[in-house]
């Protein structure tokens, strides 16, 4: 019989994404065989996450400061919006290093199927910056799959009376894709070939 | 191409291990419900992960298994690959494999071509509209090889619209959203239409010049596309609850002077008429891959005009490696004249394996 601390850990771990029964008893018995401080440091920053990070006000990145580093930066250019789906998108572009200007994270692209509809992402959010701010170009860049790409027509839609510019990311992704698993090359393509919607 | 072993796991009945097969003609012979029909399907199957005589994939597990598996060996330009279909029953899960790789559907389909006839499937005549449509789209991908995701694509986009379309009715979700996804999904819907038209138009002619060919006198058949690309008010979709227009509505009709051809023609006439289909679909994906599929030949019966069947069978290029069921003894000419190797095929297992130069 596995010790009950021990398969805690393992039940623990494999409500993670991606982590199976296999994977989990791995880890577990990894972690148990590691140095104590080892274990601490890796519970202190699980920790830390819950208790020091949180979404940005502005354009809703995660953030352990507020403003966010993007948000706050004043090298950024915040006339040049991008608007991704989830926060850890941003990476994705921000390793091209091609792009100066900040954020918006929707929280989630449309999907009817799963009952996600415009009240569900915060597309309000970005319209209200774009009334406060000056912004001259919206970036979507929302992923190539049939929800992103909905979501990016009816972002398109509400801006059309804003008068801003409106792009959208040219992707050499296969469609259907996400853009986590676009490579850093790829992404600078896409944000160099952008069109106007 | 060519099929070089093949292994199946509760596939049906048939018990199949690393069975090597000859490059040009396989023979396969034995009782009926011996599984011989079944050995096309699982090669089928590992091709497409469909079954070619039912929609319905649930029928090819064995009774009280929860999975099957199939994998074999493909040779295609000098290159050897290993190709597995794995499938789940309950919950539905498919994996597939090229050379132990995990490979998107899209991918898959390509590594191995395959086209199967059997005598007693005149779906594509007698069939539903969507058996129809089924026939188009499985001919459009073999010669496209991104034709299959930017299905995929289109029916996502639609199941998402029809599903906005069911709340709005109900009253649960807004309208104003309808318009982004009105055009995701025309967006999603154009490829199709350019893809079943364009296919449409070369298959007529392919098989036009095959009928003339072999003076076959049922000639004046027409292959008729009429995409459902029309507009049709909103409000009677939110009524419908569903989209009412769009490729998943596109019908494929056979005609001879207006009239459908299951109609027309005789039991016997049919069968040919699929054969033909069946060959120019053949040498379209021939001219547009530069490439031999294999060809599957089940249930020749005596419906069927032998002398061109074999005509058929004969102008295929010798590179084309065939695989023929038969209940007798005795199987085409063309087929036991040339080099083959002829298979025993009882209670789901190979017993006999023998080489006929
Ligand atoms: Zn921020």
Known sequence: MTAPPLANLINELTKLPGVGGKSASRLAYHILKRPMIEAEALAQAILDVKTKVFRCSICNNMTDVEPCAICSDPRRDASTICVVEEAFNISTIEQTRDFKGVFHVLLGALSPLKGIGPQDI????????????????????????????ATALYIAQQLRSTGVKTTRLAFGLPVGGDLEYADQVTMSKALEGRREI | MILKRLTTQTFRNL???????????????????????????AIYFLATTKSFRTSRVASLFRFDEPGLF?????????????????MEMEPRRRLLTINAEKVPLADYVNALSVFAYSSSRLDTLRGTPEDRRRFLDRGIASVSPGYVEQ????????????????????????????????????????????????????????????????????????????????????????????????????????????????????GGEQKMIVLFLKFAKIELFRRRMDDEPLFLLDDIDAELDLDILQE????????????????????????????????????????SAQDFA
């Open chain 2, 151 to 266: 299905l995929t694509r289109f029916q996502r986009a639609l199941k998402q619209r029809n599903a906005l379309l069911h709340d709005i009715a109900a009253g649960a979700a807004p309208s104003f959203t309808l318009d982004a996804w009105d055009e995701e999904v025309s967006a999603a819907a154009e490829p199709i239409w350019n893809g079943r038209r364009l296919y449409v138009e070369q298959l007529s002619q392919t098989f036009r010049e095959i009928v003339a060919m072999h003076e076959y006198h049922v000639n004046r058949i027409e292959l008729v596309y009429r995409p459902a690309n029309g507009v049709i008010p909103r409000g009677a979709e939110i009524r419908a609850r569903t989209s009412l227009t769009g490729p998943q509505r596109d019908v494929l009709d056979f005609e001879i002077d207006g009239r459908p051809v299951a109609d027309v023609l005789s």
């Open chain 2, 15 to 41: 018990d199949i291990a690393d069975q090597t097969f000859h490059p040009h003609a396989n023979l396969i012979v034995g009782r009926n419900g011996q599984g011989k029909t079944n050995l096309l399907e």
């Open chain 2, 312 to 351: 058929l069978l004969r102008k295929l290029p010798s590179q084309t490696q065939v695989f023929a069921t038969s209940a007798k003894e005795r199987f085409l000419d063309v087929l036991e004249t040339s080099p083959h190797r002829r298979l025993v095929i009882e209670n789901g297992r190979v017993t």
């Open chain 1, 122 to 149: 915060d597309v309000n959010g970005l319209l209200k910056r774009i009334r406060d701010g000056a912004i001259r170009e919206v970036i979507i860049a929302t992923n190539p799959n049939v929800e992103g790409e």
């Open chain 2, 70 to 86: 199939v994998s074999g060996i493909v040779e295609r330009n000098a290159l050897d690959r290993a190709l597995s279909v794995g």
